[in-house]
């Protein structure tokens, strides 16, 4: 497996609002979706920041420790689950797709943190990647 960098990152919050005004308004991210108590955010590189406040609909394991977490950018996420289940990693739910090649497989790391994998074709071509 090669990670190219990072790809996602989802920050969960009880101040839904300011974070979302502080990336749209202080940051000057592109806002690409917005639903209830969640936002998304593009990064000039195909890279997103979320942002999930109380009320959001996301998966419970995926903020249980920590109230931020990272998606390392692959270009397979299917092989390199596939890695990391070689290796003892324990896999989180099966591989999420958002469509347009965009897919993403949560893992819990040694420590008992949590990451994912995210395949992210627009993101791996700004890196010179096989998207």
């Known amino acids: 497996m090669r990670v190219y960098g990072i790809s ?3 920050v969960k919050t009880d101040s839904y609002q300011g974070m979302r005004d502080f990336f749209a ?7 690409d979706t917005e639903r209830p108590d969640f936002a998304v ?4 590189d195909g890279g997103k920041v979320e942002i999930f406040g109380a009320g959001a609909d996301d998966p419970p394991e995926q903020f249980a420790r920590e ?6 950018l692959v270009d397979d996420v299917a092989a390199a689950a596939d890695e990391l289940r070689e290796a003892g990693i324990e896999l989180i ?4 797709d958002g469509g347009g090649g965009y ?3 949560h893992f819990r ?3 008992g943190t949590v990451f994912e994998l995210v395949q ?12």
Request: avoid cysteine; charge should be positive; hydrophobic fraction near 50%.
């Open 8 to 10: 996602w990152v989802g």
């Open 25 to 31: 308004d202080v940051a000057g991210l592109r806002l």
């Open 120 to 131: 992210n074709p627009v993101a791996l071509r700004n890196v010179g990647g096989a998207g």
């Open 41 to 44: 955010f593009g990064l000039p």
């Open 103 to 105: 897919r993403w497989q």
């Open 109 to 111: 790391a040694p420590d």
């Open 93 to 96: 739910g099966p591989v999420e």
């Open 67 to 72: 109230k931020v977490v990272a998606g390392l």
